[in-house]
Every structure is written in C-alpha cells, then in structure tokens.
C-alpha cells in the first residue's frame, strides 16, 4: 500500500495546466532564485557518481544503476515551462544516487515544440529518451524510432512494473495498436493518494457577497442558477451575471448536458461509444439556451474575445457575478489586495455544479488518471536501453518520488509528516521566488519525468484548498476522454478531419449565440457540412481506437 500510495505525485507538476493557469517560471540557471534555506550553510552537495555500487540495482534498496559515470541523453523541448538540464540540482542529486548523468539535448534556442522535436529527428541519430506528447511520439513509432519496452520492465524496472500493475489506466494507454508498450505516459493521482483517480482542475465561482445582499443561497439546480442570473442582472448596476475569461461558453454547456470537457469528442454515457459532441441534440440544446442568456444580457458581452484580466477587471469593478475556471488562480482573487482595495467585501466563493437539465451534478473538467498525453520513450539509437530503462523506473522509487516532488532534505524540506511520512516542505520553500512550483522547477522537477504524482494541498490558498476538497469529496467527477492509440491509417483519418470539423463548429457556435444564425431553422444544414467534412468517417476512426482501448480494459 504504501508503494501504491508513494507512486504518486502532481501538484508539482500538473501545475502547469491544471494547476499554474499563468503561473511564471524564471530560468536562472537551474538555481533557486533566492537564498539558501534556512538552517543551512550552502547548497546541498550530492554525493559523486563513482561511488562503490554495492548490490544491483533492485529499485528499493540499492539505487545505484552504475559503477562508473554514465551519461543518459534526453530530448525535453524548451517551451512553456522550463526544460530539464542535467547540471540542475534534482538531477544532479539522482546522479549522485544512480551514477546516471542526465543531458539534455534539446535546443533552448527553439521554443517551439514542434519545431525542436522535427529538427531533433531532422538531425538523424535519437537520443535515448524522447520526451513528447503521445501523439507527436506515434509517426516515430511507426517509423521504428522507440523500441518495446514491456520485456524491458518486466526484467528490469520493478518500480515501473508497479506502476502498471496498480494503474490498469496507464497500461491501456500505454498499449499501441501493434499490442507493444512504446512510451510512459503521466498518470496522476488524488489527494487521497488513490492510484489513477481524477482530480479536479475547473470550478463554479459566484458572488456570495450578491446572493446575502439577495437573500439567496447557492443555485443547487439548473433552474435555480438560472433564477441567479436573472437576480442579478436585475438587482445590480452594470451586472455581468456569468463571464469567461478565455472566450467560450464551455463552462455553461454541462448544465445543458453536453458530453465532454471541451464539448467535442466524448464517450457516451450510455452506449459506451465515441460521440462527437456538437453534433449531438444536448448541444443543440445548450446553443438554444446560451443564444437566450447572451441576448438577454445574462452572459458577458465579450463573451468570445479571450480578456485574460477580465476575472480581475470585472471582480474589482463589482460587476461580475459568476465564473467557471481554474480554481486555484480563482481562488486566489479572494486575496488579491487590489481587487478588495477596490471593491471591499467582494467574497467570489466556490460552490458545487448545479444539477443539470437531466438531473445530474457532475463535471467533465477534471484532470484523469491518465492526462495530457505526456510520455517519455527509450530510442532505437539507445546504446544501453538497460540502464536507461532503469534510470527512468528510478523516477518511480520512494527515493525518486520524493526528490522530484520535494525536492532535496535539508534545503526544500527538514521533517516529514508524523502521519503519513511524507516529507513537509519547508519555509523557505513556500516564500521563494514564485512559490514552491517554481522553485522546485528551477530545481529541475519541471515535469518532464512522466511519471505519476500526487497532490500536494500545502501551497495552495485556504480557498484553493476548500474547492479541491469540495469537488473531490462530492465524487461525481468525470474521467475526461481516454488517451487512445491509432493505427496509422485512424491517424490520418483523425489528424485531417477533426481541424475541419472544430473549426466549422466554432464558427457556427458563435455565429447562433450571437444571433446571426437561429438554430431551429439552419440545424440540419450544419449537421450536413459536418457530414461533408468527414464525421463518419472521424467517428469510425475514433470508435476503432476505443474498442482496442475497451478490449485492453476489460482484459484486465
């Protein structure tokens, strides 16, 4: 149990989408941008990597993978969020553990994801370990650039085979079309330390300070949110009852029942089938319903132009009423100096998704066991794909776990939990440059171990804290949409037909809630444009993946 509970670890992590939701990063060399913790003289030394071996590495035990330095080559692309770099104090510190020095050999001057990977294989000799995104990994698959990995775990990588053991979710998708294991993706876990639970990402705020000027509670039913809107349009000056910063109406279509985060494709509550969602008659529906709240002034005029600084604008000017969104940096509006220097005793409160048209409370926005598609794979070019192998499964140890997550005893944390023995992370930690997030980034822990990773509350303001608990506890969150493996042929399929068909569907979403397309009458002429497109034939692909998906599962 207690491997199970340790194989985890996210908020340090995820962070960067589900969590950052703008969150900064400074690049200073790996460092930490302020001074050394305190209680400590300087900056942790790790041990060196000629350090005796002693047994073999058993993954629990004995860590060591090498007699000698080794070095083990690494692609991380340089993008969003700082890349990985061997001389960072994380990595640096598994060397010292392993005898495995990580390089990485990206190139920082490319900050385009997809340009550095093209112009990484452009060059011709792999890396041993490609870190990507699935479905970027798949034309190098198929062209027999990543090797099996399944015998490679089972001989080699009992931390790994753990992991796959304990997490049938990754293992399924993990599993190519050809039945071979090719990458590791992220996998994530709860708060609750269960292996492979979803954990909640975006939230429903509301002017709390409103509903007791109203003498209303939180809306519990589609009616009753309804009912708030209008309340507050009615009752205060200027109003924006709902409002979106990243322009779209997502949020408000679950409570018409619309299928999926992104209200694209879904697995069908009761066929267990792929659907495209916006095709469906719940998103008919939800566009009917919108188009009314947009023209009766219930939603924010600029609706369907990304203001990023609405959330504040609208909050210190006390016109906005509701929101759904990321509920950490949310939450944190309830702290911001400015906004409550501004509009004094503004409290904007998580409250639970209200029941929806069918009677059901739940949301779709929730980051799965299985998220983002971030895997890491070992190359054909690897020269030792055993030590490889094994410096990666090293990610998934106690030891790993804990160094990627909480950085380094004695400087990101002194004492451990007397309940669950985790470590705590210190002071220092919490007060540095940016939080502990990024700090620990700076350290190297930047996410690009796809490993799996638990939730760390502690950094989060007692109203992140709050909403987390609230969503997690009520547990009716949705699994989002399956990681899915293609074959080369549903590849080419998905990858020319589904831009076609979600441009198509956000120009006729915004056309019908702005009024310019009624639709009842122009309905079936767009059902008809998608068809032209390719639906079917998208959702044969689609459906072709999740059976193999579904086969995988139900084995077991």
């Known amino acids: 149990m207690k491997k199970v509970l340790a194989i985890l670890l996210v908020s340090v992590l995820l962070l960067s989408l589900i969590a950052a939701c703008g969150d900064t990063t400074t690049d200073n060399g790996g460092q930490p941008a302020t001074t050394p913790a305190p209680g400590t003289a300087d900056t942790p030394t790790p041990s060196t990597p000629d350090t005796p071996s002693g047994p073999v590495y058993d ?25 990985p770099e061997g001389d960072m104090m994380i990595w640096q510190e598994a ?24 112009m990484m294989i452009l060059q011709g000799n792999l890396p041993d370990i490609i870190y990507e995104r699935a479905m970027m990994l798949l034309p190098i698959i198929e062209d027999g650039g990543l ?129 495209y969602s916006r095709v469906e008659e719940d998103y008919k529906n939800a566009l009917r319903g919108v188009a009314k709240w947009y023209a009766d002034g219930l939603i924010d005029p600029r609706l369907f132009d990304p203001v990023s600084a609405a959330r504040q604008e609208y909050l210190a000017n006390n016109t906005g009423g509701s929101t759904f969104d990321w509920h950490i ?21 998580p409250m639970l998704p209200p029941y929806n048209v069918h009677g059901r409370r739940s949301t779709e926005y929730a980051a799965g066991a299985i998220t983002l ?37 004695g400087y990101t944390w002194n004492e451990r939990d007397p309940v669950t023995g985790l470590p705590i992370l210190n002071e220092y930690a919490h007060t540095a440059e940016g939080g502990s997030i990024n700090l620990l980034r700076r350290m190297g822990a930047t996410g690009s171990v796809a490993g799996a990773f638990g939730i760390d509350l502690s950094a989060r303001t007692e109203i992140a804290q709050q909403t987390f608990r609230m969503y997690q506890q009520y547990g009716n969150l949705i699994e989002p949409f399956p990681m899915l493996q293609f074959t080369p042929e549903e590849q080419e399929v998905v990858s020319r037909v589904q831009p076609q068909l979600w441009t198509l569907a956000l120009e006729y979403e915004q056309q019908v809630i702005m009024g310019s397309r009624n639709v009842d009458e122009t309905w079936a002429g767009y059902i008809a444009e998608m068809e032209a497109l390719g639906l079917r034939e998208y959702l044969a692909a689609m459906n072709a993946a999740y059976d193999r998906f579904k086969e995988i599962r139900d084995r077991g």
Request: no cysteine.
């Open 95 to 118: 060397a010292g553990i392993t005898g495995v020095q990580m390089e990485n050999i990206a190139n920082p001057a490319i900050a385009d994801r997809d340009e550095a990977l093209s």
């Open 329 to 349: 940096s949310t939450a944190a509006v309830n702290y911001d100096e400015d906004i409550l220097a501004a509009n004094p005793g503004m409290r904007f409160m």
């Open 147 to 275: 090797i099996p990995l399944q015998d490679l775990i089972a001989e080699h990588a009992p931390n790994l085979q753990a992991y796959f053991d304990s997490v049938p979710a990754a293992r399924i998708a993990a599993t190519h079309a050809d039945g071979n294991i090719y990458f590791i993706p992220l996998t994530l876990s709860s708060s609750r330390g269960t292996v492979g639970e979803g954990v909640p990402t975006q939230a429903w705020f509301v002017r709390e300070d409103w509903l007791d000027e109203l003498n209303m509670s939180f809306p519990e039913t589609f009616d009753e949110f309804e009912a708030m809107l209008y309340a507050f349009r009615d009752n205060f000056d200027n109003a924006i009852p709902y409002f979106y910063r990243d322009g779209s109406p997502l949020g408000l279509y679950q409570l018409f029942g619309v299928q999926g985060d992104w209200a694209v494709q879904a697995i069908d509550y009761a066929t267990d089938t792929v659907i």
């Open 59 to 83: 993954g629990k035990d004995n860590l060591r993978i090498s007699d000698s330095p080794v070095t083990v080559t690494l692609f991380s692309a340089h993008f969003e969020i700082l890349a």
């Open 373 to 409: 598609g971030e895997t890491w794979g070992i190359s054909r070019d690897a020269a030792d794909p055993v030590t490889v192998i094994k410096f990666m499964d090293f990610w998934f140890s106690d030891v790993g776990i804990e160094l990627f997550r909480y950085g380094i005893e």
